[in-house]
């Protein structure tokens, strides 16, 4: 017996049946690949560098010094940020002093409040296709997931009557990502009601990851704890990896009622403690000052979705337009090819790199995720080599249906 199979024996039963992450083993193969021109479409972080100003305040920070511990709940300051940030675009109130919670990225966020209100068997509702946590984060405290299902049909939008059919007595919390990762999916103001009514109508907690709000493209973004009884009720996630250009920085934050927050907190002060104050320096900056540096940002995230929507379309790969995030979630069902094996062969004989959409849960089956988090040239070669690939693969298709 080698030593490594000996040691398994002391790993917990619940973390040994957890899967890796679907993204990471496939990058793996990427990683191998090092140096052979291969374009990537698939690692969802901005390709943008955090604007200099932002920078600047962390550069200043640390040459003032501030290099110590601070509240377990974060720096006033930047929580007073948040306060307002969150008024102003998302429309709900929350008081600084108790009512946010700065934590380590919008993951350390999901996870306290996993934490902090799932008991053992406690239902946890959540969409599919889903980013790659969200299950297994559930199972990390013995809770069990349940996944309802959206559809390209309908734009990966979540629907009160996916819902309802999904819901069974033990039900705890709806678990909600809009707009989504890994679809882009997300939910008109009239959707939401309707699922803000089911949450009330069945007791339901919400944890409401908006991480991708501020790139919405078409319509505006709704918060669910913006609509009528959803604040008391609903756990409001979000951070700035995304629209910011934040992700090294791992800095988000938890707003909600005084008692959910106040939960929360226990668990964080006893695991992390607190976040980097040279990061919440640099935060403080990017919601005072940095609203200009997102919205160009988000126009050439809408000019790339464009032309990524449009050109898998065009090579015969049926895509809806995302109304936000910065992916796409390509039908590739055309090629006869299942979503692995279309994500490695087109690695393999084009050197574009996606993610097999199974990786994001079963509904992503016969799908592949493609980010647009590229440069806008980077995206015109990919199309062009993916075009070629799709092309053989069509052409393999129809001559084996003569």
Same mark, same amino acid.
């Given at each position: ?97 108790? !009512? ?43 809770? !069990? ?123 964080? !002060? ?9 990061? !919440? ?79 994001? +849960? ?37 001559? +084996?249906?003569?």
């Amino acid at each position: 017996m080698s030593n490594d199979t000996a040691q398994q024996r002391w790993v917990a039963a619940h973390i040994a049946g957890l899967p890796r992450s679907g993204i990471r083993d496939f990058f793996e193969l990427v990683a191998k690949m090092k140096g052979q021109d291969v374009i990537s479409l698939g690692v969802g972080e901005p390709d943008f560098v955090t604007p200099w100003h932002i920078r600047e305040a962390a550069i200043y920070a640390l040459e003032k010094g501030k290099t110590h511990y601070t509240s377990n709940l974060g720096m006033l300051e930047l929580r007073r940020a948040i306060s307002d940030y969150v008024a102003g675009h998302f429309g709900v109130s929350y008081r600084p002093e108790d !009512q946010v919670l700065v934590t380590v990225g919008v993951s350390e966020a999901l996870d306290l409040a996993f934490r902090a209100f799932c008991n053992p068997g406690d239902k946890v509702l959540y969409h599919s296709p889903c980013y790659v946590s969200y299950h297994p984060s559930i199972a990390l405290v013995h809770a !069990q997931g349940i996944a309802v299902p959206t559809y390209a049909k309908d734009n990966f939008a979540l629907t009160a009557e996916a819902l309802r059919a999904a819901w069974e007595p033990g039900c705890k919390i709806l678990m909600l990502n809009l707009p989504c990762n890994p679809t882009g999916g997300t939910c008109t103001r009239d959707q939401l009601s309707e699922i803000a009514e089911f949450a009330r109508e069945k007791d339901l907690l919400v944890f409401s990851d908006e991480i991708y709000s501020e790139l919405t493209f078409e319509g505006q973004h709704t918060s669910i704890a913006s609509l009528p009884g959803m604040a008391e009720r609903t756990v409001f996630l979000h951070g700035f990896s995304k629209a910011f250009a934040m992700t090294g920085w791992r800095i988000g934050y938890a707003c909600g009622p005084e008692a959910l927050i106040d939960a929360m907190m226990k668990v964080h !002060q006893y695991s992390m403690m607190c976040v980097s104050i040279v990061s !919440q320096e640099a935060a403080i900056e990017a919601l005072t000052h940095g609203w200009d540096s997102v919205q160009a940002m988000r126009e050439q995230y809408h000019r790339r979705r464009d032309l990524l929507v449009r050109r898998f379309n065009e090579m015969g790969l049926k895509c809806h337009s995302p109304r936000g995030s910065f992916y796409t979630f390509p039908d590739i069902t055309a090629t006869g090819l299942d979503e692995r094996t279309f994500a490695a062969e087109l690695l393999k004989q084009e050197k574009v790199a996606v993610v097999p959409g199974t990786a994001f +849960g079963e509904g992503g089956r016969g799908h592949v995720r493609a980010c647009f988090a590229t440069a806008y040239d980077q995206i015109i070669e990919a199309c062009d080599r993916m075009e070629r690939f799709v092309a053989a693969q069509l052409g393999k298709s129809d001559t +084996g249906n003569r």
